[in-house]
Structures are given as structure tokens and as C-alpha cells.
């Protein structure tokens, strides 16, 4: 049999073999002040990580929130864009039917023919009032009116009947329409040259 080495401890001497150890541990604390420097300096150091982390992550949350509003308002205006040349197709399809009207009016009214005339003009305006209210504008067009290429489309030149309408406008073959802010069809015309 082994002999137990150690001698049983009073509480006594308990109590005194753990004071004598925290004053061991607080006299190297004080003895070591490069120690409790470190202590400070990690502590510092792990809070500027942090504080460094902190400021990354709510730069990114604010370049987030920056993308989603200028995305919010780009889907926005491309809704409204949407919602004013919805029925561009349709409209654009009915302007031939717009111009057959016009063109009928014209021979009733070379005819002499007033009520049919008065019955076709009525159906006519009701139609344009239609197409009117969904956003379709005529663009007015008149003879000796400066060429712009961005707004006319000219079919042909011919000398210009007097030197006033060179490089004007001299007829126009076909109306144009805009649809909202877009041009949906440029009215043809006769250039002057």
C-alpha cells in the first residue's frame, strides 16, 4: 500500500495558502506593469475591430438602402411610362381608320352631300375625343413651317414654289400623332428646295 504524501490541511492553513496566493497574483499584477498594458491594449484593439466592423456594415447597409430607393424610383417611372403608352399598339393600329376618316370627309364635302357629311363628321369627332382622352395629341404641321428632321419625316423635295418656302415645308401628306411625350408617327411632308 501507498502512503498518502500530502498532510491533511487545516481550514486555516487553507485560508492562508489562498491568501498568500492572491497576493502572489496581485503583486506580479503590479509588479509586471508591461502585462496589465497589453491587458489595455487588447482590449482597445479588439474594440477598434469592432468599431471598424461596425462602420463597414452600416456603410454597406447604407449603399443597400441607397440602391433599393433609386431602384424603387426607377421601377416607379418605368410604371408610369408604362401606364401612358399602354395602349400605344391599339393606337397606333386605329390611325389609318383616323386618316380613312379624313379622307372621307373631304370628298362629302366635295360632293355636297351635308347630312352624310354631318354624319360621318359626328362619328369622326366622337372618335378623336376617344383617342384624345387615352393621351393622343396631333402634331400641328402647316405649309411655310420650318423642316425640323427630329420631328418631320420628309418624303420628297421639290423646287420650292417661291423663295420664301425653300427649305420649308411646302405639304403635308400624312398628320402626326404623339402619344404622351413620345412620337408615335411624324407627319410626312413635301420639303421646299
Known amino acids: 500500500m501507498t502512503e498518502n504524501t500530502e498532510k491533511p490541511t487545516s481550514p486555516e492553513q487553507e485560508t492562508a495558502t489562498g491568501d498568500n496566493q492572491a497576493e502572489t ?3 506580479n499584477s503590479g509588479d509586471n506593469p508591461v502585462a496589465a498594458e497589453e491587458t489595455v491594449v487588447e482590449e482597445r ?3 477598434e475591430l469592432a468599431q471598424e466592423a461596425l462602420a463597414v456594415e452600416k456603410d ?10 433609386n431602384y424603387k424610383r426607377r421601377t416607379n417611372k418605368e410604371r408610369m411610362e408604362l401606364f401612358k403608352t399602354a395602349g400605344q399598339e391599339v393606337i397606333v393600329a386605329l ?6 376618316f379624313d379622307r372621307a370627309l373631304k370628298e362629302l364635302e366635295r360632293n355636297g352631300d351635308d347630312d352624310l357629311f354631318k354624319g360621318v363628321e359626328l362619328i369622326r369627332n366622337k372618335f378623336s375625343d376617344t383617342l384624345k ?3 393622343l395629341a396631333h402634331i400641328e404641321v402647316g405649309q411655310g413651317d420650318a423642316f425640323d428632321a427630329e420631328l418631320h419625316e420628309a418624303v420628297t423635295q421639290i423646287p420650292a ?4 418656302l ?6 403635308v401628306i400624312e398628320k402626326g400623332y404623339r402619344l404622351g411625350d413620345r412620337i408615335i408617327r411624324h407627319p410626312k411632308v ?3 428646295n
Open 45 to 47: 484593439s479588439e474594440l
Open 190 to 192: 413635301v420639303v421646299g
Open 60 to 69: 454597406k447597409f447604407l449603399r443597400l438602402f441607397a440602391e433599393f430607393e
Open 166 to 171: 425653300k427649305g420649308k415645308i411646302v405639304d
Open 133 to 135: 382622352n387615352k393621351g
Open 25 to 27: 497574483q496581485e503583486v
Open 161 to 164: 414654289p417661291n423663295k420664301k
Open 95 to 100: 390611325l389609318p381608320v383616323m386618316d380613312d
